[in-house]
């Protein structure tokens, strides 16, 4: 899980590009007719964005027809949301331009609302309100984003995540046919409290600790073959340094607490694992 970077080009642009597209001439002048309003909402949205208190925004109140013509303004694939995925993508880091952020398991497929577009239908096309994720991380969130003055999620344009780890992940069972995995949030690290109890309520709204057993039972073949090809030749130590070391280095394309070092670094100190690769040995010997 990485911060992204935001939308850095003027963002009434894109509301306008949107509007010039439509088709319908009476929707396209209803929009074109309040785009002054729009304009002051996303200079509100802006000031809150850059102090990260969207919590502190408040609905304009638009209604029909107005809000089902705010709301006609998006859709995923159209011409305008393509070129602003597209622009968007280009800025960020290349660890992390497909995979969604809000989970690390998934391929990007829509665009979180951040503020969600029925309660707030004047950033339907807000480019700073439109986050790219997977189709499971969107229906979970859903409609949902604070508790009266707390928010739910993260925002990974806003919310700097901590390069301490808070994730981690139990390996269980006695031999390879029966092992399974228990990822775990903890803050045995001094993460500030009210940023740990954020993430603790993305990682549960989002169900992210059952995916993330799930994903590690589907890569776990792979990851013993990838120790298993550094096993020959070297001690144990150098078994232990060397995953440790491609450990890290994921941890600086994907995130400090991506589920896959956090298991690669867990697996190289299971004894169960470790004699199952022929490691114990090794381990008897060193």
């Given amino acids: 899980m990485k911060n992204l970077k935001p939308y850095s080009g003027n963002s009434i642009d894109l509301y306008s590009a949107a509007v010039a597209r439509k088709r319908d001439g009476v929707v396209k002048d209803r929009l074109k007719e309040i785009e002054n309003e729009i304009s002051l909402c996303f200079d509100s949205y802006q000031e809150n964005f850059q102090h990260n208190t969207l919590l502190e925004l408040h609905p304009k109140g638009f209604v029909a027809p107005c809000k089902d013509d705010l709301l006609s303004l998006y859709d995923y ?39 969600p577009k029925e ?26 984003w604070k508790d009266t003055d707390k928010g739910l999620f993260l925002n990974l ?53 059952e995916r993330m057993n799930s994903k590690a ?39 400090y607490n991506h589920w896959l070092p956090v298991l690669k670094l867990a697996i190289i100190d299971n004894e169960v694992i470790l004699e199952s690769l022929g490691m114990k040995q090794k381990i008897l010997t060193v």
């Fill in 119 to 144: 309660e707030f239908p004047e950033f339907a096309v807000n480019p700073q309100n439109l986050f790219p994720c997977c189709s499971k991380c969107n229906s979970h969130k859903s409609d949902n």
């Fill in 157 to 209: 344009y806003l919310d700097q995540l901590p390069k301490e780890q808070y994730l981690f992940v139990q390996i269980e069972g006695d031999d390879l046919d029966d092992i399974d995995f228990q990822y775990y949030l903890e803050n045995r690290n001094g993460i500030d409290r009210s940023l740990f109890e954020l993430i603790e309520s993305h990682y549960t709204r989002l169900h992210l600790l």
């Fill in 217 to 255: 039972v589907d890569e776990f073949d792979k990851l013993l073959v990838d120790i298993q090809s550094h096993i020959e030749g070297l001690s144990m130590e150098e078994v232990i340094q060397t995953v440790t070391t491609e450990a890290n280095k994921l941890k600086q394309i994907y995130g």
């Fill in 77 to 115: 694939d159209s011409f305008t949301i393509r070129e602003f995925r597209k622009n968007l993508k280009k800025q960020q880091s290349r660890g992390v331009k497909s995979i969604c952020q809000n989970c690390t398991i998934d391929s990007v497929g829509t665009l979180d609302h951040i503020v």
